[in-house]
């Protein structure tokens, strides 16, 4: 049964950071694209970063040169690390793969950018 498991979130002020985490059971996370999404209240969720099974990536163009996805295959973990983070920032954040045309989401994590 494949899970996934966000961690890493929280109340951060603005320029601050966080790193988000996504653990991987029942599936080998080395050999999928695996995603990290967001969705804000009232707004539809969207792709903040994509990173390819050979670890090339892909932002939104709103977190460009401010997010850095990753992988560490070794820990079955995908990773967002968020600088210079703004309030509109602030959303629930999913990660994401998919196996065999089936979606697999984590339950999200929250982060709040916040004075």
């Known amino acids: 049964q494949v899970q996934l498991v966000e961690s890493g979130g929280g109340l951060v002020q603005p320029g601050g950071s966080l790193r988000l985490s996504c653990a991987a059971s029942?599936?080998?996370?080395?050999?999928?694209?695996v995603g990290w999404y967001r969705q804000a209240p009232g707004k539809q969720r969207e792709m903040v970063a994509t990173?390819?099974?050979?670890?090339?990536?892909n932002y939104t163009d709103s977190v460009k040169g401010r997010f850095t996805i990753s992988r560490d295959n070794a820990k079955n973990t995908v990773y967002l690390q968020m600088n210079s983070l703004k309030p509109e920032d602030t959303a629930v954040y999913y990660c994401?793969?998919?196996?065999?045309?089936?979606?697999?989401w984590g339950q999200g994590t929250q982060v709040t950018v916040s004075s």
């Open positions: 990173i390819t099974r050979r670890s090339n990536p």
């Open positions: 994401h793969v998919q196996q065999r045309a089936r979606d697999y």
């Open positions: 029942g599936i080998d996370f080395s050999i999928y694209p």
